[in-house]
């Protein structure tokens, strides 16, 4: 389907927009018209995802950031404005795992996944939420995953990490309802990223015996929806939960 540039004029900043699921956010957003200020660790990572926007007649610019450093984070967040003016759109995408048996579990292990995937999405909100508030309107979507609607052995961080952004996204959305600002999650199930390529045989075919459409998805499938939920046709869509995983956990 061709574009429609619906985001023309519009700024989406997007965490662990480097590779995998950001990555295929950044694009998918930049095809759609908007100015994409793409977030992770360091610049460098970003030149892949850069070169892609760039090369499509995209614009973007990257802001090295590790999301867990509150401070730093308000000061990326003026940077961006001092560039782009404005920000629309909202993107907490950046995640990390460290798996592990919760009996052998350092506090490190869990410090580092709930600091990132969860804080992460506090400290953005928190500066972004008051330029969308002057405004009256923003978007903001909240990566998450199955693994938070389920749990899975070896994941009790990653798994409250993300049952957390849930809970913080329903929150934000009553917050912010009355001034034009929407909040929504997405759940990811099985993707296929660099996360998930190195699987064995066993292991895919185990994972396929539980997910209806016998297949895994693929990063556009999880950029789709996030664009669907920037665009005017989710104007009254809010708080919501939308799972994106082939039928795992229906």
Known sequence: MPSTNFLANQVALVTGASRGLGKAIALALAKEGASIAAVARSEEA?????????AAGGTAEPFAL???DGAAADATIEKI???????????????VTRDGLLMRMTSEAWDTVLDTNLKGAFNLTKPVGRLMVKQRAGRIINISSVIGLMGNAGQANYAASKAGLIGFTKSVAREFASRGITCNVVCPGFIETDMTKDLNEDLRKKLLDRIPLQRLGQ???IAGVVAFLCSPAANYITGQILTVDGGMVM
């Open 46 to 54: 970003l030149k892949e995802t850069l070169e892609a926007i760039r």
């Open 219 to 221: 990063p556009e499938d």
């Open 81 to 95: 404005t001092a560039r782009f003016e404005h920000i629309d759109i909202l993107v907490n995408n950046a995640g």
């Open 66 to 68: 590790d999301v867990a």
